[in-house]
Structure formats: C-alpha cells, structure tokens
C-alpha cells in the first residue's frame, strides 16, 4: 500500500468499524473508533458531531463541549448550529 493511502483506509476502517460496533449498542467502542478515524482525519466535521453527540448522550458534556467547539471552529455555520450552541451554553 502506498503510503499516501494509508491514512485513507486506516481512516475508512475506523468509520466503518466504528458503525458496526455503533450497530451493536457498544458505544464505548464506537466512540474510541471515531476518535482514531479523526486522528486519520482530524477536519472531519462529521465525525466530529457523531463523536460529540454520544459522548453528550453518555454523560460526557465535558468532553462532548470539546468536540462541539472543534468542530464550530472548523465549520462555523455548520447546519447543526442551533442545535449544538444550546449545549454550549449560548
């Protein structure tokens, strides 16, 4: 594989493994798995908000806040805005 690739399918690998273990109510894994995925790609806003929200729906608002403000930092007027500054607290 070259090594410009590899990202790439370390990155899809993550998310796809991540969904299955989603898929099957194991959201400590799903959440580990997202959090490698964005090592691979660390201005995916997506996963950014897939990770922010299971971790604000495990209890995790600290950690959660994080990731919703990476992700606004990244995206300002990201389409879930208005959803995600009420849990920021503005």
Do not use: F, K
């Not at 989603?22 to 996963?47: C, K, V, W």
């Not at 990476?70 to 805005?81: A, C, I, V």
């Amino acid at each position: 594989m070259p090594a410009d690739q590899r990202p790439d399918i370390l990155h899809a690998a993550y998310v796809a493994a991540a969904e299955r273990y989603n898929q099957r109510g194991d959201g400590a894994m799903y959440r580990e798995l997202l959090r490698r995925a964005l090592e691979e790609r660390p201005d995916n806003t997506q996963e950014m908000l897939l990770l922010a929200d299971s971790l604000w729906d495990a209890g995790a608002a600290d950690e959660a806040c994080t990731w919703y403000r990476r992700l606004l930092e990244r995206e300002p007027t990201h389409p879930q805005r208005s959803r995600i500054l009420p849990r920021l607290g503005g």
